[in-house]
T-cell receptor, first 113, second 115 residues
């Protein structure tokens, strides 16, 4: 079945540092890939997505590129802010299970001033 | 703001009781799905409803059941509550067609505590 593996957290950075959160996946076919963010006490918000190989999703300074050859979708941001502190989830949809999202376990990011 | 609203936001139930959680989908969306998120974990798919019929289910027992109404709102029912059912329950909606899936939008969730 489908699965998503995320970099273990927590991750603690200083403001303006570079962020990478690794994500790899296992799926049949051609899944769509997503990053969702969850702020404390809130639900999930879609951060960015990519629907085919070599697509780059981007939003709010975050980027991730769909790499089929390495089955990866790493999240990056060049300069993090305190307000980016949240839990980040990598997820996939499709690849034989079109109707559901399969999530990783999440990575807690804390950004200190 | 995703347009997906859930109620109640928080509730406490006793083991063995039954609970109903409600969700109002984003306007124009025909598909609703439910996820369970235990503390410190990623969301786990419970089931999905498309045009009022269940069309996919995750690894959850039959005491987890649901409904989707003609206006595309939905309910999640859990019978015979167990302590391990304590979690954040997330409703999500999307507009699906026969040939493609689209972005899934989540509500804020309902926090269920079973004591």
């Amino acid at each position: 079945g489908n699965s998503v593996t995320q970099m273990e957290g927590p991750v603690t950075l200083s403001e303006e540092a570079f962020l990478t959160i690794n994500c790899t996946y296992t799926a049949t076919g051609y899944p769509s890939l997503f990053w969702y963010v969850q702020y404390p006490g809130e639900g999930l918000q879609l951060l960015l997505k990519a629907t085919k190989a070599d697509d780059k999703g981007s939003n709010k300074g975050f980027e991730a590129t769909y790499r089929k050859e390495t089955t990866s979708f790493h999240l990056e941001k060049g300069s993090v802010q305190v307000s980016d502190s949240a839990v980040y989830f990598c997820a996939l949809r499709g690849g034989g299970s079109n109707y559901k999202l399969t999530f990783g376990k999440g990575t807690l990011l804390t950004v200190n001033p | 703001e995703t347009g997906v609203t859930q109620s109640p936001t928080h509730l406490i139930k006793t083991r063995g009781q039954q609970v109903t959680l409600r969700c109002s989908s984003q306007s124009g969306h025909n598909t609703v799905s439910w996820y369970q998120q235990a503390l410190g974990q990623g969301p786990q798919f419970i089931f999905q409803y498309y045009r009022e019929e269940e069309n996919g289910r995750g690894n959850f027992p039959p005491r987890f059941s649901g409904l989707q109404f003609p206006n595309y709102s939905s309910e999640l029912n859990v019978n015979a509550l167990e302590l391990d059912d304590s979690a954040l329950y997330l409703c999500a909606s999307s507009l699906e067609t026969e040939i493609s899936g689209n972005t899934i939008y989540f509500g804020e969730g309902s926090w269920l505590t079973v004591v």
